[in-house]
């Protein structure tokens, strides 16, 4: 089983539509770190947020939120109004303590490919 | 600009050649990371430093040999590869590994083996 599901391979919409990216994680771990990367054409991966496990407050920073719910294990990034620049690579990243409890380990999903055409 | 630079950008080699990939990062983090990212796979770790000391190595093949002389430049030294292994090749670094801690990426190296 996929520690990280991202369900949704590819989504195209029409610009100022809003998108709902999916991300669902599985862990046994009580700490553990979740994240959101934009990987845009030219390859980099940028770093857009960022929760911990006992942190459930949902976070808006301009067009993007995000819905973390332990309940569903699900941690889904919407994008409002979106933009052409929106356009990238996104992907979910669970982050969990190796064995030995010190050293953590990023497994990321294996992304959604946004297209917003104009 | 995100403070991790890698060169070369494009790489094409053939199966008997030996390069290597470079990665600086300018961000004065004390962990860095190898990761492979082919078409249609989630993202591969491949080594990780922490102050430079190598703390993972995910069953990678030996042609792929890592190499990390301080905690601001670490190396992927490539020999005798073969054509699966095309893909892009991205370091990242961050400040330790705790769980915390964003990871910064470089722009990748696009490697091509013939």
């Known amino acids: 089983a996929q520690k990280v599901t991202q369900a949704q391979t590819e989504i195209s919409v029409v610009e100022k539509e809003d998108v709902t990216l999916d991300c669902v994680y599985e862990?046994?771990?009580?700490?553990?770190?979740l994240f959101w990367y934009k990987q845009p054409p030219s390859g980099e991966l940028v770093f857009l947020i960022r929760r911990n496990s006992f942190d459930e407050q949902n976070e808006i920073s301009g067009r993007y939120s995000w819905n973390f719910q332990k309940s569903t294990s699900s941690f889904n990034f919407t994008i409002t109004a979106s933009q052409v620049v929106d356009s990238a690579v996104y992907f979910c990243?669970?982050?969990?303590?190796?064995?030995?409890?010190?050293?953590?380990?990023?497994?990321f999903g294996k992304g959604t490919l946004l297209t917003v055409n104009p | 600009e995100t403070g991790v630079t890698q060169t070369p950008r494009h790489l094409v080699m053939g199966m008997t050649n030996k390069k290597s990939l470079k990665c600086e990062q300018h961000l004065g983090h004390n962990a860095m990371y190898w990761y492979k990212q082919s078409a249609k796979k989630p993202l591969e770790l491949m080594f990780v430093?922490?102050?430079?000391?190598?703390?993972e190595n995910n069953s990678v093949p030996s042609r792929f040999s890592p190499e990390c002389p301080n905690s601001s430049h670490l190396f992927l030294h490539l020999h005798t590869l073969q054509p699966e292994d095309s893909a892009l090749y991205l370091c990242?670094?961050?400040?330790?590994?705790?769980?915390?801690?964003?990871?910064?990426f470089g722009p990748g190296t696009r490697l091509t083996v013939l």
């Open positions: 862990t046994r771990d009580t700490t553990y770190y």
């Open positions: 990242a670094s961050s400040q330790d590994r705790g769980g915390w801690n964003e990871q910064f």
């Open positions: 430093y922490n102050f430079k000391e190598q703390t």
């Open positions: 990243a669970l982050s969990e303590a190796d064995s030995g409890g010190s050293n953590y380990k990023l497994t």
